[in-house]
């Protein structure tokens, strides 16, 4: 069974441009999440999508991040503009179903804003 | 309410000694209870998971304590091998309707020989 895949594995971008994180996650698992893990911190959710709903973005500072599942398969995390303080690795998941505590995690993608 | 303390930050152990990491939580309604394993480079993986019904689970080396009068859980690696060296994250989150997981600030074991 293939693992929850993401690209680009590296980025390195100037503040303000804008950057775009792809996540195909784990056939026919519904509920995909992205963490944003910064250095030397536990990974913190910042959107959640059962299929192509989003359940929960609290956490997700929606004046710069948007997140898209359109046909509730893969998924794509966009930051525009970027700031210094968004330098960290972002995390997708995905889990059978939102009923489901085990979450399944990709390799991630490293963003460096300067 | 929804945090979850984790400790030590950091940790080195010889090799065949016991690792053991230890996390306190404040909300009640938390009722799933992982322990996340991550090498540099690799997103975290599961390596053991515990609900409050029972009060210890072992798989192999690994064995998680659960306390939950005290809110407490811990993580115990018996025989610790320079292989389990990794950061190591506890987590809680709600199953069911809001599965969110909320991850203790993790600690850095090493395993020396």
């Known amino acids: 069974e293939a693992g929850v895949a993401q690209s680009p594995r590296y980025k390195i971008i100037e503040k303000r441009q804008s950057v775009a994180f792809w996540c195909n996650p784990i056939?026919?698992?519904?509920?995909l999440y992205w963490y944003q893990q910064i250095l030397g911190q536990g990974p913190k959710l910042l959107i959640q999508?059962?299929?192509?709903?989003?359940?929960?973005d609290s956490q997700l500072p929606k004046d710069r991040f948007s997140a898209e599942r359109l046909k509730g398969v893969d998924s794509t995390l966009k930051i525009q503009p970027a700031k210094l303080e968004d330098s960290a690795v972002y995390l997708c998941?995905?889990?059978?179903?939102?009923?489901?505590?085990?979450?399944?995690f990709g390799p991630g993608t490293r963003l460096l804003v300067l | 309410q929804q945090q979850v303390k984790q400790s030590p930050q950091s940790l080195i152990v010889q090799k065949g000694g016991i690792s053991i990491i230890n996390c306190a939580y404040e909300?009640?309604?938390?009722?799933?209870f992982p322990w996340y394993q991550q090498f540099p480079g690799k997103g975290p993986a599961l390596l053991i998971a515990?609900?409050?019904?029972?009060s210890e689970k072992k798989e192999g080396r690994f064995t998680i304590s659960f306390n939950k009068s005290a809110k407490q859980f811990s993580l115990h690696i018996m025989d610790s091998q320079p292989g389990d060296s990794a950061t190591y994250f506890c987590?809680?989150?709600?199953?069911?309707?809001?599965?969110?997981?909320?991850f203790g600030t993790g600690t850095r074991l090493q395993v020396t020989l």
């Open positions: 998941a995905s889990s059978v179903d939102r009923s489901s505590g085990t979450q399944y």
């Open positions: 056939s026919g698992h519904a509920t």
């Open positions: 999508f059962q299929n192509n709903g989003v359940v929960d």
């Open positions: 909300n009640t309604a938390f009722d799933y």
């Open positions: 515990i609900r409050p019904d029972v």
């Open positions: 987590a809680a989150s709600m199953t069911g309707t809001a599965s969110k997981l909320t």
